[in-house]
Nanobody, 124 residues
Framework: QVHLVESGGGSVQSGGSLRLTCERS????????LGWFRQAPGKEREAVAA???????AYADFVKGRFTISQDNAKSTIYLQMNNLKPDDTATYYC??????????????????WGQGTQVTVSS
């Protein structure tokens, strides 16, 4: 079982920055790709960013140029640096994991593993 724990959410004004952290633990026998999804009130869950162990990344169009996903393999941790935040970025952000990178990247389906979520609120 894979366990994912997020931290780093909070409230900021439009144009501000936040950094989310996700720590992975637990046993897994296959490669698990990690990334971030988010869900705003009344909206569907949507993929934000994904990363492979070799550093390959994928981003949703609405965050390109503003968000950066990174990782520390030694610590089994990934990060999401969010800059120039907008009120539309307000949502619960989830660290996610799946054996298929395309799922984590949001190309189809939903990931198998989810963290508990961390709230990000951006005021105008």
């Amino acid at each position: 079982q894979v366990h994912l724990v997020e931290s780093g959410g909070g409230s900021v004004q439009s144009g501000g920055s936040l950094r989310l952290t996700c720590e992975r633990s637990g046993y897994y026998y296959k490669m698990i790709y990690l990334g971030w999804f988010r869900q705003a009130p009344g909206k569907e869950r949507e993929a934000v960013a994904a990363i492979k162990s070799d550093g390959t990344t994928a981003y949703a169009d609405f965050v390109k140029g503003r968000f950066t996903i990174s990782q520390d393999n030694a610590k089994s941790t990934i990060y999401l640096q969010m800059n120039n935040l907008k009120p539309d970025d307000t949502a619960t952000y989830y660290c996610v994991g799946d054996k298929a990178f395309e799922v984590v990247a949001g190309n189809y389906g939903y990931p198998d593993y989810w963290g508990q979520g961390t709230q990000v609120t951006v005021s105008s």
